[in-house]
């Protein structure tokens, strides 16, 4: 069988196509470009898929429920939803989960992790979203910005 050899990293690739497809890689050419928006791509495969967007195609359609999808992974994401499995199981307690990101997130829930601490005084808490509630705390129930530690104001119209 005959390989192709890309000259600018050593890949090697079983067709000749393949080959041309990944030198784009490395030249930054992009010749597939959508005719609604800005966006172009290597492949024409994947023009096709982005186009879904623009045209509202949803070919996909879930067999348990209405909905339809323009991409074969969403519909496939939506029907894990309806097998009510939930493969990832927590080693503290009983529950489980769908997805792995989920599991990781009530992982910090228990005692013990408390990862993320309040600059202001000395609670600390499990998850990112009760910091950030404990933060208006300290600000009269008003939002507050994390990011330079000031209160955010608003200008409300009259």
Do not use: W
Not at 65 to 73: D, G, L
């Amino acid at each position: 069988m005959q390989h192709y050899q890309c000259i600018q990293c050593d890949k090697t690739f079983s067709q000749n196509g393949s080959l041309k497809i990944h030198m784009a890689t490395h030249t930054g050419e992009r010749p597939y470009q959508c005719s609604y928006c800005d966006k172009s791509f290597i492949r024409k495969d994947n023009l096709k898929i982005h186009m879904k967007i623009h045209t509202g195609e949803r070919p996909y359609q879930c067999s348990q429920c209405e909905k339809a999808f323009s991409h074969q992974q969403n519909l496939i994401r939506n029907m894990e939803n309806h097998t009510g499995e939930k493969p990832y199981q927590c080693s503290q307690c009983d529950m489980n989960f769908l997805h792995k990101h989920h599991l990781i997130s009530h992982m910090k829930t228990h005692p013990g992790e408390k990862p993320y601490q309040c600059r202001l005084c000395d609670k600390a808490f499990s998850r990112n979203d009760q910091l950030n509630m404990h933060m208006t705390s300290h600000t009269d129930g008003r939002p507050f910005n994390a990011i330079s530690m000031t209160r955010v104001s608003f200008k409300i119209p009259i």
